[in-house]
């Protein structure tokens, strides 16, 4: 059996070593900022605000990767997740379709 097939179906299994399973470390870090401004978004406690709020940020990524970076000259299709963010928490903390509960002490 050839050498390099064998080891490309080990490392597949155990997901260890070059294999078709292995991811760059700063893919995952960007992707779990971006999960967080999602789960914000849709709010804490709202599976379907999430479900929502996933193609929202998809959709302004890419609207803002390809009409705003040319006119602006950066990345902004990268940190527009990020603004997202901060607006959301400074204008609705609790996110789109979360519950709002104030209790008095």
Do not use: H, Q
């Not at 960007?30 to 599976?47: T, Y």
């Not at 990767?65 to 940190?79: E, Q």
């Amino acid at each position: 059996m050839n050498k390099k097939y064998t080891t490309t179906m080990e490392d597949a299994a155990d997901g260890s070593g070059d294999g078709i399973l292995t991811f760059p470390p700063e893919l995952l870090a960007d992707m779990g900022w971006k999960v967080l401004a999602v789960i914000l978004l849709g709010g804490l406690e709202s599976i379907g605000g999430c479900i929502i709020a996933g193609p929202v940020i998809g959709v302004l990524e890419r609207v803002c990767f390809y009409y705003l970076n040319p006119l602006i000259g950066g990345d902004l299709g990268d940190i527009v997740s990020y603004i997202v963010m901060i607006i959301i928490l400074a204008v609705k903390p609790y996110g789109f379709m979360g519950l709002t509960r104030i209790e008095r002490i």
